[in-house]
């Protein structure tokens, strides 16, 4: 495997015939410096002798991982050619697109700009990735918020549950999940689409709600915020799990993913947000007043979300395995670190 792979993609003209290719395999990852991604490649550096090249929009984002990736720095998600020459010279064996704009509340503040930067940078890599002519395997990141509102009846979600997308993000992704699914059917390039239920973490942007609550909380600890946390809807029940799970869970599908298939990444059982807030402020050496904010509120939300991930877990073994309580403490000292150090 990685030695040599034959040419496949149904648009290519040429005849079969083998290519012969380097020792070692070859990942690219879109996003590398975001959440996600930062938190894959340290999973990859860790746990795997590939070499590792990687695209972000952010300056310094992933300099932490220099010398050990090969890092292009740009904006070349909305310029096929330079995506395309990128493609040539890094040769990828694997393709993780995790770049994407992935907060649902400025999708509904600016609609076309996240299925724009969507939509436009998912084709764009398929397009590259057939371009190059090798069929490398490419992971396609959907997202649960795909299905909706699911009624409680239908819980837990099933990759077979009809899409029903309630907001401007979740239409991104299901474009996103289906041009993924039309590379493969059309061109039969290696896709494999994952849909993703809701995680966090350490380096996780505070306009999720985890980091958002330990952000504040440590401010107040550290005198610079007054004692109290300013709250959305505390109700609503999310199925959650840590990043570092559902990375390893990526890995997963890539490497043992059947092409065309997708699958549910899930804890496979839901928190309400409060027990979040409870269980930071519970780690924590305050105890502020908690202040719901009507602005933080979205305008279409579901009361509770539980994952299915059988089929996944069938072929690969994997589950969430990171006790909440962790990903917890891990956060608020993540960001305690950021409060200290400004």
């Not at 952000?215 to 005198?223: D, F, L, M, T, V």
């Amino acid at each position: 495997m990685g030695k040599r792979v034959a040419i496949c993609c149904a648009h290519h003209p040429f005849p079969t015939k083998v290519i012969h290719r380097r020792p070692t395999l070859r990942a690219l990852l879109t996003g590398i410096g975001g959440f996600a991604g930062s938190h894959l490649t340290e999973y990859l550096l860790e746990h795997s002798n590939w070499d590792i090249w990687g695209l972000d929009v952010v300056e310094g984002r992933a300099a932490q991982f220099r010398p050990r990736i090969t890092l292009h720095v740009g904006d070349l998600l909305t310029n096929l050619q330079a995506l395309k020459d990128l493609f040539s010279a890094a040769r990828p064996d694997y393709v993780f697109h995790l770049a994407a704009q992935a907060l649902v509340p400025a999708s509904w503040s600016d609609p076309w700009s996240t299925l724009e930067n969507n939509i436009r940078a998912q084709l764009y890599v398929l397009l590259a990735a057939i371009h190059l002519g090798t069929c490398p395997r490419v992971l396609v990141i959907g997202s649960s918020e795909e299905y909706g509102v699911v009624p409680p009846a239908e819980l837990p979600i099933r990759e077979t549950y009809p899409l029903q997308p309630n907001n401007p993000y979740a239409v991104s992704k299901v474009a996103q999940d289906m041009l993924g699914y039309q590379y493969f059917a059309s061109h039969k390039l290696p896709v494999v689409r994952a849909r993703p239920f809701n995680h966090t973490g350490p380096g996780q942007s505070p306009a999720f709600v985890a980091p958002a609550f330990a952000k504040q909380i440590a401010e107040i600890e550290a005198g610079l915020h007054e004692p109290k946390v300013v709250v959305g809807n505390l109700d609503a029940r999310r199925d959650l799990s840590d990043v570092r799970d559902m990375v390893r869970g990526y890995f997963l599908a890539i490497t043992q993913g059947e092409p065309g298939e997708v699958y549910n990444l899930g804890a496979e059982r839901s928190y309400p947000i409060h027990e979040l807030l409870d269980g930071l402020i519970a780690l924590s050496s305050v105890r502020p007043t908690i202040e719901p904010d009507p602005e933080r509120l979205r305008p279409s939300d579901m009361p509770d979300v539980v994952a299915d991930c059988s089929k996944f877990r069938a072929l690969t073994g994997w589950r969430a395995e990171i006790p909440l309580q962790r990903t917890l403490q891990d956060t608020l000292d993540y960001w305690r670190q950021r409060v200290r150090t400004g």
